[in-house]
């Protein structure tokens, strides 16, 4: 039977790209319209795994590099029926003076249209909508919970554990959060996820899946490093995967 929500990762470094992947994004196919979870610079490989006639949604989760940087290619797509960017408030601004000369193609440049809003704490969209809490990061970060086509999809990254990612996973079909630490791990003050952690969180919340995305490239340096990950998740959390690029799955 033919699911309802196709997901493919399309970058799942934290940081910066190397030989194990992208930086980080994602994207949801949904029936009715198609949903991007960050703007890493796996955001170029779009175009290959998505019908461009559907409405697109980019969320961003906040502004940092490894979730930006891939603004700058939305020049090669041509989105039939437009794009609408979601920021966090405080960081709509940011968004903007990146989209813009001297850095790259305004967005008011672009050949498609294309809105920038501000991400109010309940969203609609296309087949259902969504919520949208902060996280605990070094920075404004937001995390996501959509409702689409009867499904549940939870997005937390970057964050260390908090209630509101509990909150946002709850009972989801599928929760994608981030492993940018080894075990044990000490996060130096700036918030992220081991993969007890992560599994820990997605434990708590009582999702049925959990995907692990975001892994810092300094920390993780090859393939091997993630799976042994997911062993470790799985001790946790048993229906724990990790993520790599071009995986795809449906929910
Ligand atoms: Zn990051």
Redesign the pocket.
Known sequence: MKKAIQITFLGTN??FDSPTGS??CAVADTPECVVIL?A?YGLHKLDSVIDQQKPVYLFL??A?L??TVGLHVLAKFSFARGLTIFTPPALRAAVRRLCAQPLTVPLAQLPFPVELRSVPRRFSLPGGGGIALPLV?SSVCFGYRFELSGRTLAYC??TGICANAVKLARAADILIT?C?LQLGQDDGGWP?LDPHKAAGLARQAGAKQLMLT?F?AQVYRTTAQRAQAQAQARQVFPQARVARDGLRICV
Do not use: I, L
């Open positions: 934290g940081w930086t980080v960050d890493g989760s906040h940092h490894d979730h990061h990254t970057d981030e940018a992220h975001h810092d």
